[in-house]
């Protein structure tokens, strides 16, 4: 939600690729799969993980997503990647020289089991969401059988976050425009005020969305969720575009188990 | 008495009071014929949003009673009640809350347990009926305010309602957008109430006018005496913008 202005689409990316014509609960259900895989490799298989890496180009390319864009997209994990980052420096011995630095062994094979399985795991994801929008992840979780509370609270949250940001930021320029700026800890009073005011409204707003819902004959159970562009359920092209969904985390499984019998 | 004797709604001798005390209705009688259109006007806090709530019985009468089409506002006919009482609430992000236009113009008949092809059916009719078609697989947060309205009473008119309920279905809208809503609201065959403080718009879609004060009704008539009575108008904080004549239309 950095954008500010105008409509914040997220991550997706519309297109008419075989990937974004598949049905949500195949990709969503892939996805993890391939997670699982990937996590399930045993860290000193660099091949394996090169194996993983290219499925992921693959499907980037027949999604039509730009590399560079999928990289870019990368610098979300770099957070967690500071952690990794002090392993070789605090790890036990046997110690090694790189560069002149005395490096842990062990920190260093567990920063590259983080940054490996991290950047494969979040690269995935991105390539899902970039190809899958909000409303079709929802339908997906909900035909894989995930809770209709979860999926409920999940579209809620998509669809108020920009106006309750939207709140917020009125509320920031109300404040500014009566020379209130503050930059430190300590002025933080109005700030506080404004996220207690925040959250009040919020909750407000909960109770109003919750007459309407009553209004409309909610009974206490939502109906499921339902997309019209989520469809991909067509015999035939749509069944081959399932079996290679189902061909990557195939092979990445393939690749992290063959890496753990000839360990 | 024949169906069509039978009031579309009957609200008598309703009274309410909140829980923190605040007596917010001390008596409304109110009666609409079907197919009539009648505008709902009061100042803030009189009393008109009270009222809408006690029509679908989100709210139930302290004393009183409430009728929709014979069938009176009670527990066990909340469900049936609430299709027949169809109600578009002024702000339109708290009545569009799913993820498409298309869930949530389904999600009321979806309650009353139409499915499949009948709620595709229900639901392109309702986005017709507005002319937001083009719009079903949008998500609500990417539409504009005027846009968003045009939904929320699709969202209603999806329910097949015998009657409707508009609070304030013109504020924040730009002229335009003001202009659509008239077109479309005149076109529905439908018993509608409509509470507003946009005077020239209730006279314009609305024959008959009651004003709301302090927690009754203080006039009921016609709108174009109604609005040509300036006594009446100061009295209850309305008013005619600036250089409006009823009498001149």
Redesign the interface.
């Known amino acids: 939600m950095s954008g500010g202005h105008g409509h914040a689409h997220g991550l997706y990316r519309p297109g008419a690729t075989a990937v974004h014509g598949l049905a949500p609960q195949v990709k969503v259900a892939a996805t993890l799969a391939f997670v699982f895989a990937v996590v399930a490799t045993p860290r000193e298989a660099f091949w394996a993980f090169g194996v993983d890496a290219l499925l992921l180009v693959v499907v980037a390319r027949l999604a039509a997503m730009p590399l560079l864009l999928l990289v870019r997209r990368l610098v979300i994990e770099l957070p967690f990647l500071t952690f990794a980052l002090f392993l070789p420096l605090v790890g036990e011995a046997p110690h090694t020289e790189v560069l002149g630095l005395s490096l842990s062994e062990p920190g260093l094979w567990g920063a590259w089991n983080i940054l490996a399985k991290g950047t494969l795991g979040v690269a995935a994801t991105i390539l899902l969401a970039s190809t899958t929008s909000v409303a079709e992840l929802l339908v997906g979780l909900d035909r894989l059988h995930v809770p209709r509370v979860f999926t409920a609270i999940a579209g809620f949250m998509v669809r108020y976050a920009e106006v309750i940001t939207g709140e917020a930021r009125r509320m920031r320029i109300a404040r500014l425009s009566r020379g209130y700026d503050p930059r430190w800890l300590w002025q933080g009073r109005a700030l506080a005020a404004t996220a207690g005011t925040l959250f009040i409204r919020s909750f407000e707003r909960g109770e109003r969305i919750h007459v309407a819902m009553l209004s409309r004959g909610f009974a206490g159970e939502l109906p499921p969720a339902r997309s019209a562009a989520a469809g991909g359920d067509a015999a035939g092209a749509d069944r081959r575009a399932r079996l290679l969904a189902a061909l990557v985390p195939a092979v990445a499984a393939a690749a992290a188990l063959t890496a753990w019998i000839t360990a | 008495m024949s169906p069509t004797d039978v009031p579309a709604l009957a609200v008598e001798g309703v009274a309410y009071a909140y829980p923190d005390g605040h007596t917010a209705l001390r008596r409304v009688d109110l009666t609409l014929a079907p197919g009539e259109r009648v505008a709902l006007l009061g100042p803030n806090g009189a009393g008109k949003t009270t009222l809408i709530?006690h029509l679908?019985g989100?709210l139930l009468p302290t004393t009183g009673e409430v009728h929709v089409g014979g069938l009176p506002v009670t527990k066990p006919n909340l469900?049936e009640i609430?299709?027949r009482?169809?109600?578009v609430?002024q702000?339109p992000?708290?009545?569009?809350?799913?993820?498409?236009v298309?869930?949530d113009v389904?999600?009321?008949p979806?309650?009353?347990g139409v499915r499949d092809e009948a709620l595709d059916k229900t639901v392109a009719e309702a986005l017709e009926a507005v002319g937001m078609a083009d719009a079903?697989?949008r998500?609500?947060?990417?539409l504009s305010f005027g846009q968003r309205r045009r939904v929320a009473l699709a969202?209603?008119l999806a329910?097949d309602p015998q009657l409707l309920v508009l609070d304030e279905p013109t504020s924040n809208l730009d002229p335009a957008a003001r202009r659509d809503l008239a077109d479309i609201l005149v076109a529905l065959p439908v018993t509608a109430l409509i509470a507003t403080h946009d005077l020239p718009y209730a006279l314009e879609l609305c024959p008959r006018t009651v004003i709301l004060d302090e927690g009754t009704i203080v006039a009921d008539g016609p709108t174009a005496e109604i609005l040509a009575d300036a006594a009446l108008l100061a009295a209850h904080r309305l008013e005619l913008p600036y250089g409006f004549d009823p009498r001149r239309l």
């Open positions: 709530l679908n989100i469900r609430r299709r009482v169809g109600i609430f702000d992000d708290d009545q569009l809350f799913m993820p498409t298309r869930d389904a999600f009321g979806a309650n009353l079903a697989d998500p609500p947060h990417h969202t209603v329910m």
